[in-house]
C-alpha cells in the first residue's frame, strides 16, 4: 500500500518562499514519476509541476522560473521548493505518484496522491 504525506504548507507574505515535501512509503519510489497539483478555492484541481525518474521536470507556465521540483532517492521524498510566492498561487497542494517513470502532467496519468498541504500566500 502506498502512502503519501505532504508536510510543509503554510501562510507567508506574498514574495516569501516555502518548501514543500513529500514523503512516499510502500513502494519503489526511485523509478516512478513524481508530480505537484494545486487546488484553489472553488477552482479544479490543476498541473503544477512534475519529474521523472531521472530527474527531467516540467512546469506550467505561471511558476516557471519561481518554483523547483527534486527529489531524493535515498529518502523517498519529492520537493517542492517555491519562492517569489503570489497571492494567485494560494491553494491546496497534492503530491502525487505514478506507475511510470517520466513526468506526467494529466491527473489520470497518476496512481497515488497525497492528502494535500494548505499553502496561503497573502497580499
Not at 505537484?36 to 490543476?46: D, H, I, M, N, S
Request: with cysteine; hydrophobic share 35%; net charge positive.
Amino acid at each position: 500500500h502506498v502512502q503519501l504525506v505532504e508536510s510543509g504548507g503554510g501562510l507567508v507574505q506574498a514574495g516569501g518562499s516555502l518548501r514543500l515535501s513529500c514523503a512516499a512509503s510502500g513502494r519503489t519510489f526511485t523509478n516512478a514519476g513524481m508530480g505537484w497539483f494545486r487546488q484553489a478555492p472553488g477552482k479544479a484541481r490543476e498541473f503544477v509541476t512534475a519529474i521523472s525518474w531521472s530527474g527531467s521536470s516540467t512546469y506550467v507556465d505561471s511558476v516557471r522560473g519561481r518554483f523547483n521540483i527534486s527529489r531524493d532517492g535515498a529518502k523517498n521524498t519529492v520537493y517542492l521548493q517555491m519562492n517569489s510566492l503570489k497571492p494567485e498561487d494560494t491553494g491546496v497542494y497534492y503530491c502525487a505518484l505514478s506507475f511510470g517513470s517520466a513526468y506526467y502532467t494529466r491527473e489520470l496519468q497518476y496512481s497515488y496522491w497525497g492528502q494535500g498541504t494548505q499553502v496561503t500566500v497573502s497580499s
